[in-house]
């Protein structure tokens, strides 16, 4: 079987960035078990469902109770008394319609099992999780123990006596360019890269491009020994030819191989993960409190009763009996055993995820497998006093309600609390479907006065069915806020939910304003910008609500806790911002893929999009030449040539004249402006010298190596690399100009025979007709034929052009004047044809899920043409489109996990903890079955020099602007600021306008105006009637020039009566 047949790319896209082709493949022929489906075995099965292996086979001998449906989303009231597994498998089945899925309700022996490559148990006793683990385990069937009981969870693999992982982490392998290779005993290898080369000893990698000691040339893998950040040593060099120039070192990942003990040995010396750093000793004792439940329901023949003294101590006394290396921390057990009836489903969310993501390594063979036992608690969760009358045995006892679950370890006063909760859920896509499926789990909003207010502004996708499950086939195209909100009513139909539409941001700051963020107790973002949670979190730190944040990208997934006058606010811990790459990299001097990628995309732009957005500006608005004229001159001359060459130069009458251009835009990119470059700079020239004679004459003509100023060229001999004697010249600069990141390139030969070359004309020529409106072909024969009588000019280099090489040069070429004279011959051009009439062209969007629109196969054959340019090695379709399409690597199981953990940390804040130290941000990385559970960071404090102020990034001065009716004027809110808070206001602002200076000429005219009529008048423009609260700025004389005050946020509008 090839490595992409029969995956559903559209469905399972997101999912490949994280597995790959092979793993993928693997998956889609493992049969899975999952038994037990109460709410954790629920989640599983819906997570390996998502992930597409071939069948999934869920049992239960069990019929669903109340208390099921704490947790149980697939499950409803009518499902009461009914096999759990029977009422499940429709449900599951509806998920992936490549997955087969079947329930069983019988016992299992050593013949059903047999069937499965992956066996999961859930809700099991010991006595059959011992039973079964050594059947497994004789018969190399994986095997995956996982339990959660209240706020405990825990998770056991085995995966056999030789376990192979072909990629044990999953990242992207480690590349850096290659400055230098001694020839030596070993060979020292030195690398150029500002952050190091980031290899690890043991680690293997291999050579390409190399100028010189081209025999490691794609070599097999070579270990290394890492010397410094920049530096490694290899194998023995000194036989080999001397290093010369170029090159590129990429790690070889390796597969390891893993052996486990049955469960039988590992329960007595078990190697246990950390997830929390804190409860380290905490965790030890849970591995015995789970064995001791075990024991105290064989002779109960049921669970502790919530809150139950009498059980919890019997527990305590059945752990201590147990052999075990480490003391028992009996306060554990005995919150253990409060709990242990509870069925929660954040903690069925988080051990779940975990769980069905160990499914996907059993049978994909990727990533690095849990050694052996995980245990996890989240007992903070619990009241902060632990004295808390409202937790007895009588308020944590079953109801008959669907909550009896979360009843038992909250207690009844707390499910009132969690119905009347007023929530904000920003984005509705993978995590938002997972924190709506535990809002309705939860309880969240069920009863008067609550409510879940959910906002995406984006329609459903055929990628979006892998992970975003509230979502169906039928549903692509409808919107996910309301798809959503109808999907989790059928969950629980007591959810109070309202959908909207909108963009956050601040132009719908009037919607989602002071009034709206008043009423809230909780705000969630389940957004993948950036850009976007910064505002979010900026709207909550102005009105000091509580924001819980989460994200995953691939098996990588965070949860940060923001909290009004406790925590840092998201945007004073951002993510990293991905930096841009250097323009004169891109235009003339790449080094990988990443940049022929960026290169191609820019490309698209500039000949697919803009050029026809110009022509259609051109003829629709009258004042478009002059507003041009307006820019920089070099910028308004770019724009009117191009437009002049879309309508007349390149303009297309027939698909032959635009194979023809699609034919000379190849010879333009890859052929003539490589050779005009190598023309400019010389391999025999040093680095002063090339740049003194790229600069030599008085032209003004700055070129880049994919602008249009040169067009014509003519096929030429392939330029042969530079020789050693070129490399080691050393003029008085003391370095030669081709060296480290700039990589000597080589111009291109069109060959039709080429699938790559033959790829960029049909892509090429087909969106240049769709431009124009021109109908195109696919038909490669067709095409070939049109080739040979497209004429391709000859190209020579010419003297006195001037190329780009540093950022500097390209600020300096911009700002450069034109000459007029040009500007004014384009200019009449133009105006001769508009006489002539209307034209239109139809500019292309770059859409990278399509792939029948041609536009990732132009980004792919361009990009690699590039790469060949310039000796990168290509990058095939699926790293190409991941690369270009920004697109994040996303799969189920990091999801619910995170949810699961965000979920936990709701439940804190709604309890009201003051304490730091119960909250929890994290950091998960499935891959490598990493959990780091971390206290938040606390908000800094800021002082103000020469005053007693100390104030954080939450505070505020809150003024109401009415006083008997009438609203204060800006003379008494000074007053009111000064009496209040000793401050003297000298200035005020609001927004960029100044309210009010003391300096100022109207000061007395100023301080007798209504604060608003002020504002009013320094803006010059209405308040919205939406507006109620004005967020000024003061300025004081004690204040330095880094010292900034809170905000003064005044209420100015009247109190509408109730």
Known sequence: MSET????????????????????????????????????????????????????????????????????????????????????????????????????????????????????????????????????????????????????????????????????????????????????????????????????????????????????????????????????????????????????????????????????????????????????????????????????????????????????????????????????????VRKFAFGATGDLSPVNAFIGGLAAHEVMKACSGKFTPLRQWLYFDALECLPEDASDCRLTEETCSPRGSRYDGQIAVFGSAFQEKLSSQKLFMVGAGAIGCELLKNFAMMGLATEEGGNVTVTDMDSIENSNLNRQFLFRPRDVGKMKSITAAEAVRKMNPSLRITAHQDRLGPETSDVYGYQFFSKLDVVFTALDSVEARVYVDGCCVEHQKPLLESGTLGTKGHTQVILPFLTRSYGQVQDSQENAFPLCTLKNFPFSIEHTLQWARDIFEQLFKTSA??????????????????????????????????????????????????????????????????????????????????????????????????????????????????????????????????????????????????????????????????????????????????IVPEFTPKSGVQIITTDDEMKEATEQSVDDNRLEEVRKKLDTLQKVGIFKMYPIEFEKDDDTNLHVDFIVAASNLRAENYYIPPADRHKSKLIVGKIIPAIATTTAAVVGLVCLELYKVIQGHKELSLYRDSFINLATADCFLFLPSAAPVHKVAGLDLKFTLWDHFPVHGYRDDTEMTVEELLSHVKKNHSLEVTDLFYENAAIYLSESKNREERLRQRVSEAVRAATKKEIPETLSVLKLIANIEELGLDDKLPPIHYSFRKAKPE
């Open 613 to 790: 957005e110009n022509v259609s500006r051109y003829f629709q608005d009258p004042g478009f030449v002059k507003n041009s004229l307006k820019r920089d001159s070099a910028e308004a001359l770019g724009v009117l040539e191009e437009v002049y060459d879309s309508l007349v130069t390149w303009k297309p009458n027939n698909w032959t004249d635009c194979v023809s251009w699609a034919r000379n835009q190849w010879e333009r990119l890859y052929n003539n402006n490589v050779r005009q470059l190598l023309h400019n700079f010389p391999a025999d020239k040093g680095k002063k010298e090339a740049q003194q004679s790229n600069s030599a004459s008085g032209s003004s003509m700055f070129v880049m190596a994919d602008t249009q100023d040169e067009r014509q060229g003519s096929y030429a001999d392939r330029e042969k690399p530079p020789d050693k004697e070129d490399f080691n010249e050393v003029l008085n600069s003391g370095k030669p100009f081709w060296l480290g990141p700039k990589r000597w390139p080589r111009p291109l030969n069109f060959d039709p025979d080429n699938a790559t070359h033959m790829s960029f004309i049909e892509a090429a020529a087909n969106l240049f007709a769709e431009t124009y409106g021109i109908k195109g072909t696919r038909n490669h024969q067709e095409i070939a034929e049109t080739l040979k009588i497209v």
């Open 5 to 332: 047949a029969e995956i559903d790319e559209s469905l399972y896209s997101r999912q490949l960035y994280v597995l790959g082709h092979k793993a993928m493949l693997r998956l889609q022929t493992t049969n899975v078990l999952i038994s037990g489906m109460r709410g954790l075995g629920a989640e599983i099965a819906k997570n390996v469902v998502l992930a597409g292996v071939r069948s999934v086979t869920v049992h239960d001998e069990g019929e669903v109770q109340w208390g099921d449906l704490s947790s149980q989303f697939f499950l409803k009231e009518s499902d009461v008394g009914k096999n759990r597994a029977k009422c499940c498998e429709p449900h599951l089945a509806e998920l992936n319609a490549y997955v087969q899925v079947a329930s069983y309700t019988g016992s299992l022996n050593e013949h059903y099992l047999s069937a499965f490559q992956v066996v999961v148990l859930t809700n099991s006793s010991l006595d059959e999780q011992l039973q079964i683990g050594t059947l497994c385990h004789s018969k190399n069937i994986r095997f995956i123990v996982a339990d959660t009981k209240g706020l405990c969870g825990l998770l056991f693999c085995d995966f056999g006596e030789e376990f192979v992982v072909s990629d044990p982490n999953g990242e992207q392998p480690l590349s850096a360019i290659v400055l230098n290779i001694s020839k030596d005993n070993p060979g020292v290898v030195t690398c150029l890269d500002e952050e190091g080369h980031g290899f690890q000893n043991g680690d293997q990698v291999t050579f390409s491009g190399l100028f010189g000691m081209t025999e490691l040339n794609n070599c097999t893998p070579v270990k290394i020994e890492v010397l410094n950040d920049y530096e490694f040593s290899i194998s023995d060099t000194s036989g080999f030819m001397a290093y010369e120039n170029g090159g590129m070192v990429t790690e070889v990942k390796m597969s390891q191989t893993f052996s486990f003990k049955p469960l039988s040995e590992s329960i007595e010396d078990p190697e246990i993960v950390m997830t929390d750093s804190c409860k380290k000793e905490q965790h030890k004792t849970l591995h015995v409190a789970f064995q001791a439940l075990h024991n105290f329901v064989q002779r109960t023949k049921r669970l502790p009763k919530p809150r139950g003294e009498d059980d919890a101590q019997l527990l305590i006394e059945i752990a201590k009996q147990i052999p075990w290396k480490c003391p028992v921390n009996e306060e554990v």
